[in-house]
């Protein structure tokens, strides 16, 4: 059984930065996309990034482009996002993701239906 662990988050100021990283065990095959999607209460998940794990093609929603960069290491099965400029508004928890559809496409990696393992998620609290 896939695991996913997230670590990395916690309590910023406005403007200040976070890396989280998602930490992948128990695989048998090599997924074929991962994402990065955010939850604050009363809300639904919202997607934020993903990338392709054999070609490194990346997709972000609009609100984070130019401050989050969603990158890989194959060799450690590791997902990292790093998280610049960040606002009030980025304030969630955030929650890793696997894919194992065979192709990589960002408008359809952007939904959660199209992941199987999900991981338990990460408190990312960005203060004013």
């Known amino acids: 059984q896939v695991r996913l662990v997230e670590s990395g988050g916690g309590l910023v100021q406005a403007g200040g930065s976070l890396r989280l990283s998602c930490a992948a065990s128990?695989?048998?095959?090599?997924?074929?996309?991962m994402g990065w999607f955010r939850q604050t209460p009363g809300k639904e998940r919202e997607f934020v990034a993903a990338i392709s794990w054999n070609g490194g093609s990346t997709y972000y929603t609009d609100s984070v482009k130019g401050r989050f960069t969603i990158s890989r290491d194959s060799a450690k099965n590791t997902v990292y996002l790093q998280m610049n400029s960040l606002k009030p508004e980025d304030t969630a928890v955030y929650y890793c993701a696997e894919s194992l559809r065979p192709f990589f496409s960002g408008s359809f990696h952007r939904t959660e239906a199209s992941y199987d393992y999900w991981g338990q998620g990460t408190q990312v609290t960005v203060s004013s």
């Open positions: 128990g695989r048998t095959f090599t997924p074929y996309a």
